[in-house]
């Protein structure tokens, strides 16, 4: 009885997709639970808006998520399903999760037999996961998404039944048939890169176009660490114009030769915890600074940019790059599947930036990173131009080209 239902089913689709306009294309894009999913989702969704106005485009999400709120902000039309992750151990609490994973898969099916997408586009979480599998028994193209360079439990269990599969970084294993497969970066705002460096940007946060800026940044929540860092290092970044850093085992000196014209600055976006502090200690210290919890549009910080100390998640590295910036990762070390860790250091062999474990972090090997990296102009221009090859700033543009194709050549 299934199988019939499912052949009838698939009879109307393709009644349907003849029918269709040529250039009336239907998608319906996956994902959430946090903004690193649900970002590049909203990314490829204005890019397939770029290439034609007249798709028809639909999120579907966790209902009460994250992506609840921001995809209709974005102007998208939104269905919710039920929805939630697995805890890591097997436990009691797995059965009433594999209740709302199979509600979730039942509104799912009933969404996408209603709405006949084209191509189904996953971008990763657990959200993503009824969708793409309620596609695949209807027979519907997926298209998955990974942000990160190891890709998460999702897009590695519905690899085998995707049709492409868009990848942040080259991957570190083949978790991916490789015909699928293509490199095309994370789908980042255009506004990104586009943003120039002004003047006027600098006298808006009160800063000096003469100074190097270090921009610090623990993602959109902030990072307890990495201001905790920063504020350890405030003593030794006010002395930078010494003659020598102070020795730590381990750690060489670095020599400072005539930092009497030389000045540094710092923008910090702490999150919501720690601006206080933060603040407070690079008042203490003299460094000239801007502290906010949250900067929005943030891609006026990244234009005057010139050192980045930061976490590694995905969108970070992939926005970072675009950029070319060089960088300081402090990848965070919980992440599932150790996926920062493995981000910041495929950034780091390309020459583009340094990955120190917060685990070994200490304020003396911040600032001799940070010294060596805004004074030696030879190891800066490397890092720079590293940084900008390997970035991708319009692979939202390529993804969504791509979808298109996936759409056309598709026989229902």
């Avoid at 990974?146 to 995707?162: D, F, H, I, Y």
């Avoid at 930061?310 to 599932?336: D, K, Y």
């Avoid at 920062?340 to 583009?352: K, L």
Wanted: proline share 6%; charged share 20%; aromatic share 8%.
């Amino acid at each position: 009885m299934k199988k019939q239902k499912i052949r009838h089913n698939r009879k109307d689709v393709a009644r349907e997709y003849i029918n269709r306009g040529k250039n009336e294309k239907r998608f319906v894009l996956a994902g959430g639970g946090t903004g690193g999913h649900i970002y590049p989702a909203i990314g490829i969704a204005q890019a397939l808006q770029r290439f034609n106005p007249e798709v028809d485009i639909v999120f579907i999400g966790g209902r009460d998520r994250l992506e609840s709120t921001l995809v209709p902000q974005q102007g998208f039309r939104f269905l919710p399903i039920s929805v939630e992750g697995f805890p890591r151990s097997l436990t009691w609490k797995w059965f009433p999760v594999l209740i709302k994973v199979f509600q979730g898969l039942v509104q799912s099916l009933k969404y996408l037999r209603k709405f006949r997408p084209d191509v189904v586009i996953g971008t990763g979480g657990y959200v993503s996961g009824p969708v793409l599998f309620a596609a695949w028994m209807l027979r519907i193209p997926i298209a998955i998404q990974e942000q990160n360079v190891s890709p998460g439990l999702t897009n590695s269990m519905l690899a085998r039944c995707a049709k492409a599969a868009y990848l942040a970084l080259p991957p570190d294993t083949q978790r991916f048939p490789n015909h699928i497969v293509e490199v095309t970066g994370n789908p980042i705002r255009l506004g990104i890169t586009d943003y120039p460096r002004a003047d006027e940007t600098y006298q808006k946060y009160k800063l000096c176009a003469n100074r190097k800026t270090v921009f610090v940044m623990g993602g959109s929540q902030g990072a307890r660490a990495v201001n905790q860092a920063m504020i350890d290092a405030s003593p030794l970044i006010a002395k930078f114009a010494g003659s020598l850093l102070p020795e730590t085992e381990g750690v060489s000196p670095v020599k400072l030769d005539d930092f009497s014209t030389f000045v540094l600055q710092i923008v910090h976006q702490t999150g919501k915890t720690d601006v206080e502090q933060v603040h407070a200690a690079y008042a203490q210290h003299g460094i000239p600074h801007h502290v906010q919890p949250f900067f929005d549009p943030i891609e006026e910080i990244y234009s005057i940019a010139d050192v980045m100390i930061c976490r590694a998640g995905g969108m970070t590295v992939s926005e970072v790059t675009a950029c070319g910036i060089p960088a300081i990762f402090i990848p965070l070390p919980a992440a599932v599947g150790n996926n920062q860790v493995r981000n910041a250091e495929t950034v780091a062999n390309a020459g583009a930036a340094v990955v120190l474990e917060q685990e070994e972090l200490n304020p003396e090997i911040l600032v001799k990173e940070l010294i060596r990296i805004i004074t030696d102009e030879k190891i800066y221009g490397q890092m720079k131009v590293a940084s900008k090859e390997l970035g991708r700033p319009y692979a939202s543009d390529t993804i969504a080209e791509s979808i298109f194709k996936l759409a056309s050549a598709t026989k229902i």
